[in-house]
């Protein structure tokens, strides 16, 4: 009598290799967890992520060794790291009075003398993703029904930059680009 293919043991077997493969690239996707504390010291360890309001005003840490983990606030650490995704403290000020702290993740590379962050901001009722430039430690929110006229301005110091987006040879889906852009340039000016 021919036995199936797949029996139950093979089931079981096959099971707990896929278990065991999840658990290993879990665990292997922790490794490139951390934080920068305020001396500037990258310490490893484990993130415990939770909703988007709650990772942009703290975090739980727990350092590679221990087995405690640790709350953090924007003041406490310059930036925290899973993965790919970088989150840096930044100072905003959401009315004319209040300034506060809060984690931003940057969407650009480290290099570069504009960067764009994206804010999910937990200030109301219900929570809002902004777009945030920062050039000269300056942060300005990106104003998505203005953009060519913000864009133009806030680019100006390079004219055939400021002049593209003008013409509308970049739109808003390229910024990205247009920073990348700026970026080199800049960088072209100290060679």
């Not at 290099?111 to 200030?123: A, Q, S, T």
């Not at 777009?131 to 998505?144: A, G, I, N, P, S």
């Amino acid at each position: 009598m021919n036995q199936p293919f797949f029996n139950m043991k093979s089931i079981k077997i096959f099971s707990i290799l896929f278990v065991s493969l999840i658990a290993f690239r879990l665990h292997g996707q922790q490794a490139d967890h951390y934080i920068i504390n305020l001396s500037d010291r990258q310490i490893k360890g484990e993130i415990r992520l939770s909703t988007p309001a709650l990772n942009s005003s703290m975090i739980n840490f727990r350092e590679e060794g221990t087995s405690e983990f640790k709350r953090y606030n924007p003041n406490q650490i310059k930036a925290w790291s899973v993965n790919e995704l970088v989150y840096e403290s930044k100072a905003l000020i959401l009315n004319d009075e209040e300034g506060y702290t809060f984690f931003m993740c940057r969407k650009t590379p480290k290099k570069g003398r504009v960067h764009l962050y994206d804010f999910y901001n937990p200030m109301s009722s219900v929570g809002f993703l902004q777009t945030f430039l920062e050039k000269d430690r300056q942060l300005t929110e990106v104003d998505y029904g203005k953009f060519r006229k913000q864009m133009t301005e806030f680019f100006s110091d390079y004219t055939e930059l400021s002049e593209k987006i003008a013409n509308k040879h970049y739109k808003k889906k390229d910024l990205l680009m247009i920073i990348k852009e700026y970026n080199a340039w800049r960088e072209s000016l100290w060679n």
